[in-house]
């Protein structure tokens, strides 16, 4: 609103403000009236950026994310906190709960019991770094007889803090779609008060009369976990009307496979070129999660040519055709193969 509030601006109307009461004074850069108009001119500079600064805190959609989380309390909602994974370990021998290994820098405690010699491990650190590595584990404490420690699935990820474009969405979801006696916004926002949950999508009368169905992914829009579906379940159950029946489903992953020609800029590496797209095609296709029913071919070769180093490209192929790929109502686009060919 203030960009062009600049020193430069400001200090030329000053000194023809000047110029307009009298004409014969001294406004030449070496003169007292320059210098004290500069100085007058940085300050109200810097004010300008200070004020637009606070007009972009005033509003959601420019909020930083001290001031969003302020926001959302407003209405209820706070920031998702991370989540720690919890891994499954199997072991030689069976151990006491709360047995702790480390695993390169990580750190797991037994919490439950599955069966005999096989325990779940919960990640000491919260977030999605606890479930990304698989192995042998090594106990803090010496355990007798211990031969084998080893995580070999993972059973829950984990989940960082949301973040605050997640945040800002759920913020405008409340105000733009108010809940009112088990509406379809009170399911829709049943759901996303789960953490864990990226998106969720509400079919009523799925399976007829008093039936409601709800797709969910992870936070990271990706098939959802059972004990993610069950805590969505059991949340909403606690607070749905007596006599609807739910169901609570996973988003079907639908993997869309790259497959392309490119010409490279000059000094540009395939192998980083490669790797920049895939991360700009993932965050893109994040923003279809059961909302759309198609990826445009197009738009993934906007994305291409927008990545640093190309220059230019041909024979794009989605799914191994030159067309959009149709998603379902329950589909969610993931990204599969990307493999990049010089032209």
Known sequence: MYENMTYETILGRMLNKVQDYNAGIDTRPSSPIYAALATAAIELEAMYVELEYYMDQFFADTQNRENLIKRCQELGITPYPATKAVLKGEFNIDIAIGSRFSLGTLNYSAIEKISDRVYKMECETPGTVGGRSLGSMIPVDYIAGLTRAELTEVLED????EDTEHLRDRFYTAVQKPSTSGNVYDYYN?????????TAKVFPLADGPGTVKIAVTDADQSGAGMELLERVRDHINELRPIGATISVV?????QINIRVKVRLQNGMNLGTVQNLFALSVGDFLKNYALKADYISVARIGNLLINTEGVEDYADLLLNDAAQNVRLTELETPIIGTVALEVM
Not at 250 to 254: D, G, H, I, L
């Open 158 to 161: 984990g989940t960082d803090e």
């Open 190 to 198: 049943w759901s996303m008060e789960c953490a864990g949950v990226g």
């Open 250 to 254: 996973s988003a079907v992953e639908k």
